[in-house]
């Protein structure tokens, strides 16, 4: 298996590539590539994940930058799974929320959030990074 290399910095990300790729893998929400462009700018971090310079990975999350955040759009390429590139693009984004409760939404694979240490909420999922409104490292 290729190397896989973790992004934060958007700037070289192939919009269009990311929204045939989705589309490719039926994980298509109806966002052209420049309203992926626009989510994924204005979240405040992202992590796209690629083995051989092409997309096999998302995950970004919104946030307040002091108490709540939400995370979104984590999805992991089918040919790629089970090897940890979202669990690493989950811990890449958790590293950056210290002090903040962490919520999200999941009807697929609570496993997978559930090792990252989230509990049902009751409903979704969350967790406290650190310490409540410790944003420091
Ligand atoms: C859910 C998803 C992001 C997981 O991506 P992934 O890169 O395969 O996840 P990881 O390899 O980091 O998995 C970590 C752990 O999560 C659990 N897990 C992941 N996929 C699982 C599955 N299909 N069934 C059961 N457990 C699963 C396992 O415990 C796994 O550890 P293991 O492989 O050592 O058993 C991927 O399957 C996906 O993109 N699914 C479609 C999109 C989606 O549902 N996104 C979630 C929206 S909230």
New binding site residues.
Partial sequence: MPEIVYKTNLDSVDWTEMKTTLCRDA?DNGRTPEQLKTSFENSYAACVAYANNRIV?TARVLSDGVCNAYIVD???LSA?????????MMQNLLSRLKGQHVY??????P??YA?LGFVEQPVGMGQVIGTWLVNEA
Wanted: no cysteine; charged share 20%.
């Fill in positions: 994980f990975g984590v999805w992991t790629y799974r089970r090897q940890g590139i979202a669990t690493a999200l939404f999941t009807d697929d694979v496993q997978l090792k």
